[in-house]
């Protein structure tokens, strides 16, 4: 069964800093890697989403990594605002599956 | 476009009470998804669908019954609620290859609560 873990559970960084979120999956034959962001009582905004055949995706101030052979992604953030607190989901979907399967999230506070 | 949209947004149920939540999509996707959220225990999907008149079983699908008679409509049923059954429930629909599926999109989610 696939199990999806992300570290740290949540983090706290000033105003500006650059900053990476971290994901671990324990099985390597994965589709794609999506990364979610959910703001406090609101639904999933997908951020980045990864094919299994890619290292890696931007979007601005975003950049998310894939190296599927070693189970790990991470996203990371450039010069953090405000705006950037929320919690972030990572999930996989397994090949030839329509299942994702998140991890628990890291909660993310940025400091003006 | 609307995306995913949810009805209701909240809802209160008392237990053994009936209800059926509205997952709605204007972006022709094939697939669609029911989750459920709960603290600690993260997202967890319930039943999906990869096609109108299609559903399966998710990883916690005890107590739900689904139905997809339309193509944009992805209807959650709870027959006989349970105070287990309080969560946040998230709707998401997306595109499908061969291969499996593709970038989600997430309704607002319905916040239940059963007594």
């Known amino acids: 069964k696939q199990e999806v873990t992300q570290i740290p559970a949540a983090l706290s960084v000033p105003e500006g800093e650059n900053l990476v979120l971290n994901c671990s999956f324990t099985d390597s034959a994965i589709y794609n890697l999506q990364w979610f962001r959910q703001d406090p009582g609101k639904g999933l905004t997908s951020l980045l989403l990864i094919q299994s055949s890619q290292r890696e995706q931007t979007s601005g101030r975003l950049n998310a990594s894939l190296d599927k052979s070693s189970g790990r992604s991470t996203l990371y953030i450039a010069a953090s605002q405000p705006g950037d607190s929320a919690t972030y989901l990572c999930?996989?979907?397994?090949?030839?599956?329509?299942?994702?399967?998140f991890g628990k999230g890291t909660k993310l506070s940025v400091i003006p | 476009n609307a995306g995913v949209t949810q009805t209701p947004k909240f809802r209160v149920l008392k237990t053994g009470q009936s209800m059926t939540l509205l997952c709605a999509q204007d972006?022709?996707?094939?697939?669609m998804y029911w989750y459920r959220q709960d603290p600690g225990m993260g997202l967890r999907l319930i039943h999906y669908s990869v096609g109108e008149g299609t559903t399966a079983k998710g990883e916690v699908p005890d107590g739900y019954n689904v139905s997809r008679l339309k193509k944009q409509n992805f209807l959650l049923g709870l027959e006989s609620a349970a105070p287990s059954q309080t969560s946040v429930y998230f709707c998401?629909?997306?595109?499908?290859?061969?291969?499996?599926?593709?970038?989600?999109?997430f309704g607002p989610g319905t916040r239940l609560t059963v007594l």
């Open positions: 998401a629909s997306s595109w499908g290859l061969a291969g499996g599926a593709m970038k989600q999109f």
């Open positions: 972006m022709n996707h094939e697939y």
């Open positions: 999930a996989v979907i397994g090949a030839g599956s329509y299942q994702l399967t």
